[in-house]
């Protein structure tokens, strides 16, 4: 399932480059996936437009990934 809501990120975020909020979504997925270099270089990506307290989380996923507790 989560292979499957990649790829529908993946083509809202193509869509949406500017959307802060899909990307970093997007990076949530990819990281679930185990797709650790695609999830930082997404976030890095949102927080070019990250608004708000988006941008210091972001800041933090890109530094340190998703909890223990996210899946994968």
Known sequence: ????V????????SSE??????????????WTLG???????AWRAA???ATGDDAPRLATKIA???P???RR
């Open 1 to 4: 399932i989560s292979a499957l």
């Open 6 to 13: 990649g790829s529908l990120l993946e083509r809202a975020a």
């Open 17 to 30: 480059p500017t959307n802060a909020e899909i990307g970093e979504h997007l990076g949530d997925v990819y």
């Open 35 to 41: 797709r650790r270099y695609e999830a930082r270089y």
């Open 47 to 49: 927080q070019l437009t």
């Open 64 to 66: 340190d990934g998703l």
């Open 68 to 70: 223990a507790g996210a």
